[in-house]
T-cell receptor, first 111, second 113 residues
Framework: EDQVTQSPEALRLQEGESSSLNCSYTVSGLRGLFWYRQDPGKGPEFLFTLYSAGEEKEKERLKATLTKKESFLHITAPKPEDSATYLCAVSASNTGNQFYFGTGTSLTVIP | NAGVTQTPKFQVLKTGQSMTLQCAQDMNHNSMYWYRQDPGMGLRLIYYSASEGTTDKGEVPNGYNVSRLNKREFSLRLESAAPSQTSVYFC????????????FGDGTRLSIL
């Protein structure tokens, strides 16, 4: 059973068109949920950590929120430079010493 | 401040050859990790080292070995490469603890013919 599921797999937005990416998880005892950005040919770049339901974090046009079963990455008025793959990962008491990653959402922002 | 540095960036091997992927971090992190990333699949943990002197298996350890050389360096070895090991390999590091984010290098793209 997948521990982390991200949707949609791919998303195309016009510049300025706000939207949200979803990360749902099925773990017990969440320690942390992590969002990353990955550009082609590069390693994942850390964006946010969320630790408990109700928590929110913001950075420029990005805002991450967390509930007991899912997290959303809201992108407000995106720009072409926001185009990337966004990954989420969880660490939990039933994942041992491992982080489990989703397969990502590939975001394309069209000028 | 380089962060996590991986070498080489690209490598092509023949089936049965061996090689070692190198990783070094300059953030004074205690924990280090090796992942592989394949199309349509999330990053999967191969091995990790929670602290200097310790290593443990992750989700997909078969066909690999690791060495935590010192606090900065963590290497991944393929003893007899197989086509199924064609992948992009990422090294990451973090402060000790499962609540801390991991920071990644830019990967080694490995093709096995």
């Amino acid at each position: 059973e997948d521990q982390v599921t991200q949707s949609p797999e791919a998303l195309r937005l016009q510049e300025g068109e706000s939207s949200s990416l979803n990360c749902s998880y099925t773990v017990s005892g969440l320690r942390g949920l992590f969002w990353y950005r990955q550009d082609p040919g590069k390693g994942p770049e850390f964006l946010f950590t969320l630790y408990s339901a109700g928590e929110e974090k913001e950075k420029e046009r990005l805002k991450a929120t967390l509930t007991k079963k899912e997290s959303f990455l809201h992108i407000t008025a995106p720009k072409p430079e926001d185009s990337a793959t966004y990954l989420c990962a969880v660490s939990a008491s039933n994942t041992g010493n491992q982080f489990y990653f989703g397969t990502g959402t590939s975001l394309t922002v069209i000028p | 401040n380089a962060g996590v540095t991986q070498t080489p960036k690209f490598q092509v091997l023949k089936t049965g050859q061996s090689m070692t992927l190198q990783c070094a971090q300059d953030m004074n992190h205690n924990s280090m990790y090796w992942y592989r990333q394949d199309p349509g699949m999330g990053l999967r943990l191969i091995y990790y080292s929670a602290s200097e002197g310790t290593t443990d298996k992750g989700e997909v350890p078969n066909g690999y070995n690791v060495s935590r050389l010192n606090k900065r360096e963590f290497s991944l070895r393929l003893e007899s490469a197989a086509p199924s090991q064609t992948s992009v390999y990422f090294c990451a590091s973090s402060n000790r603890g499962l609540y801390q984010p991991q920071h990644f290098g830019d990967g080694t793209r490995l093709s096995i013919l």
